[in-house]
């Protein structure tokens, strides 16, 4: 069965340091991948999404992800995050239409 | 430029109750679909439909009935209300268009239902 992995349920960094969140996922053809984020009492907010070609993609709000066949991986990265950043992320592959989430991953950003 | 709409925002049941949670779309989205969302357990699928008339379960489907009689229109049943069903429930609407990958999911702003 298709499944995400986010391990780190829990991040905290300060402004203006680099963000790196991990993303695992199984899956057995050419996945379409998505970086949700939610911030508290909100919907969901489409940051950025794979579907093929080049495997380093730009999102919204300075966030970029890659993409690594090799190691079924789908990162999320931020070079420098601001207070703003602070959220719960969701890796997501779209399986036939269905979207299966990880876990999430909830950012603190330290002034 | 409404998107996804769901309604109430809010709502308490009490155990036994029945209530029908309201999701519309007006972009014409074939994909419709409905999570639930728990701490630490991230967004489960309950049901899906691909098109009027078609639905199917997804991952948590127990307690919950759809229906899809309209592309707009996707409410969700709670038949029983139980308070294990206390949870954040949100609506998603995507489209493939007939021409492979879906694009990403648009989601409401969500449903806060406490079951008492």
């Known amino acids: 069965a298709q499944s995400v992995t986010q391990p780190d349920i829990h991040i905290t960094v300060s402004e203006g340091a680099s963000l790196e969140l991990r993303c695992n996922y199984s899956y057995g053809a050419t996945p379409y991948l998505f970086w949700y984020v939610q911030s508290p009492g909100q919907g969901l907010q489409l940051l950025l999404k794979y579907f093929s070609g080049d495997t380093l993609v730009q999102g919204i709000k300075g966030f970029e992800a890659e993409f690594k066949r090799s190691q079924s991986s789908f990162n999320l990265r931020k070079p420098s995050v601001h207070w703003s950043d602070a959220a719960e992320y969701f890796c997501?592959?779209?399986?036939?239409?269905?979207?299966?989430f990880g876990q999430g991953t909830e950012l603190s950003v330290k002034p | 430029n409404a998107g996804v709409t769901q309604t109430p925002k809010f709502q308490v049941l009490k155990t036994g109750q029945s209530m029908t949670l309201q999701c519309a779309q007006d972009m014409n989205h074939e994909y419709m679909s409905w999570y639930r969302q728990d701490p630490g357990m991230g967004l489960r699928l309950i049901h899906y439909s691909v098109g009027a008339g078609i639905t199917d379960q997804g991952e948590v489907p127990n307690g919950y009935n759809v229906s899809r009689s309209t592309t707009e229109d996707f409410p969700l049943r709670l038949l029983s209300a139980a308070p294990s069903q206390t949870s954040v429930y949100f609506c998603?609407?995507?489209?493939?268009?007939?021409?492979?990958?879906?694009?990403?999911?648009?989601f409401g702003q969500g449903t806060r239902l406490t079951v008492v």
């Open positions: 997501a592959v779209n399986q036939g239409g269905k979207l299966i």
């Open positions: 998603a609407s995507s489209y493939s268009g007939g021409k492979g990958p879906h694009t990403e999911a648009f």
